[in-house]
């Protein structure tokens, strides 16, 4: 069974969309009521603010879609990461591969064969993230059967 990680995001992209939609055409309209009334410079700037504003919803949802699964089988331990779009694909040897956290201010559980290594847990509370290191330590660890 593979175990998936992934951030946690309490909102739709619908939601999103509607909510960049209103902030987007509250701008625009004020901004069109300024150049009605003289200001003719209020539309662009609020143009660009709606471009920034618009590049912010496009990379929070390219970064919403982000995950690490895991999953194992008699000889090996496979994580697989997607990243903005981008999946990495790792493998590790059970039994060869070591399971620790790493020393750091925001510690995360890092998976070690050979001086490969692989990062997990980053969207994970701390005690998740020790539970999360105990339950790899005790899949890696296994021997493999010959």
């Known amino acids: 069974m593979p175990i998936r990680?992934?951030?946690?995001?309490?909102?739709?992209?619908?939601f999103l969309m509607i909510a960049l939609g209103l902030v987007a055409g509250t701008s625009i309209f004020i901004s069109m009521v300024f150049w009605v009334m003289g200001a003719p410079w209020v539309l662009p700037f609020a143009l660009?603010?709606?471009?920034?504003l618009g590049?912010?919803?496009?990379?929070?949802?390219?970064?919403?879609?982000?995950f690490d699964?895991?999953?194992c089988n008699?000889?090996?331990?496979?994580?697989?990461?997607e990243r903005r779009g981008r999946?990495?694909?790792?493998?590790?040897?059970?039994?060869?591969?070591?399971?620790y956290m790493t020393r750091s201010m925001r510690p995360l559980v890092r998976l070690?064969?050979?001086?490969?290594?692989?990062?997990?847990?980053?969207?994970m509370l701390?005690?998740?993230?020790l539970l999360l290191c105990r339950q790899l330590t005790r899949v890696a660890a296994v021997e493999m059967m010959i």
Do not use: M
Not at 5 to 14: E, R
């Open 48 to 52: 660009v603010e709606t471009l920034v």
């Open 55 to 66: 590049a912010a919803f496009v990379f929070h949802a390219r970064t919403r879609s982000d």
């Open 112 to 123: 070690d064969e050979s001086g490969r290594y692989v990062d997990l847990g980053e969207w």
């Open 74 to 81: 008699d000889r090996h331990v496979f994580v697989r990461q």
């Open 69 to 71: 699964e895991i999953t």
């Open 87 to 99: 999946v990495k694909e790792h493998q590790f040897t059970r039994g060869l591969c070591r399971v």
């Open 126 to 129: 701390p005690q998740d993230r």
């Open 5 to 14: 990680l992934s951030p946690n995001c309490s909102t739709t992209p619908q």
